[in-house]
Nanobody
């Protein structure tokens, strides 16, 4: 199982980013997929999830209304569209199914 996250970077408060995660090594279309994040000095936290066919999404309260999770099963890829970014969104972002190994993540820094 492998996850390759991309799309992070430095963005000003109020800006937007779109993260991507390419997954391999398992039947992607059969699994709920999640985004998590880990801010400096903090525990990793769950951010959002999307059902196997994409019809159901769930979000942490801290990102609800600002982040949108989606997936493309033909490309084995899950996305996280982030708008109205805040400094507290600064973290390394990871995707993963409910359990198993982690990828390297992609760094998001929200700063002026």
């Amino acid at each position: 199982v492998q996850y390759v996250e991309s799309g992070g970077g430095l963005v000003q408060p109020g800006g937007s980013l779109r993260l991507s995660c390419a997954a391999s090594g398992f039947t992607f279309s059969s699994y709920v997929m999640n985004w998590y994040r880990q801010a400096p000095g903090k525990e990793r936290e769950w951010v959002a999830s999307v059902s196997s066919v994409g019809g159901t999404t769930k979000y942490a309260d801290s990102v609800k209304g600002r982040f949108t999770i989606s997936r493309d099963n033909a490309k084995n890829t899950v996305y996280l569209q982030m708008i109205s970014l805040k400094p507290e969104d600064t973290a390394v972002y990871y995707c993963r199914r409910a359990s198993g190994s982690w990828g390297r993540g992609t760094q998001v820094i929200v700063s002026s």
